[in-house]
């Protein structure tokens, strides 16, 4: 449960992650992931450019922490892409919610509200 406490941090750039909700229909079917959402962040801006080189045009990824603690890429396709999965800060989490996010590790923090 600790690991997200610990790794609330971007470790490219210091940014505060943010929790994201995943598509069900992605690979990690729903799961929630922090992820850093820094548009200066250097992991995400030499993205492209690696995507680019791989033969993969017009795809990024952010720097992504999933449930289990382990980093990975998480893949986009514009800066705002995944932006409307963030879990809203401002919007009072559903019982089902809170004990979802509890679940894969995520301590709810104090200031939620004010991140
Ligand atoms: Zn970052």
Avoid: Q
């Avoid at 990824?61 to 892409?81: F, T």
């Amino acid at each position: 449960m600790i690991y997200l406490m610990e790794n609330k941090f971007c470790p490219h750039c210091g940014s505060k992650l943010l929790p994201v909700e995943t598509p069900e229909e992605s690979t990690w079917g729903g799961e929630i992931h922090m992820v850093c959402f820094n548009d200066e962040c250097r992991y995400y801006k030499d993205s492209w450019e690696h995507m680019a080189r791989c033969g993969a045009l017009s795809t990024g990824y952010r720097l992504g922490i999933d449930p289990r603690g382990s980093r990975r890429p998480v893949l986009v396709w514009s800066s705002e892409a995944l932006k409307d999965h963030i879990v809203n800060p401002d919007k009072p989490l559903s019982e089902s919610e809170k004990v979802y996010l509890r679940k894969v590790g995520y301590i709810l923090p104090e200031d939620w509200g004010n991140l």
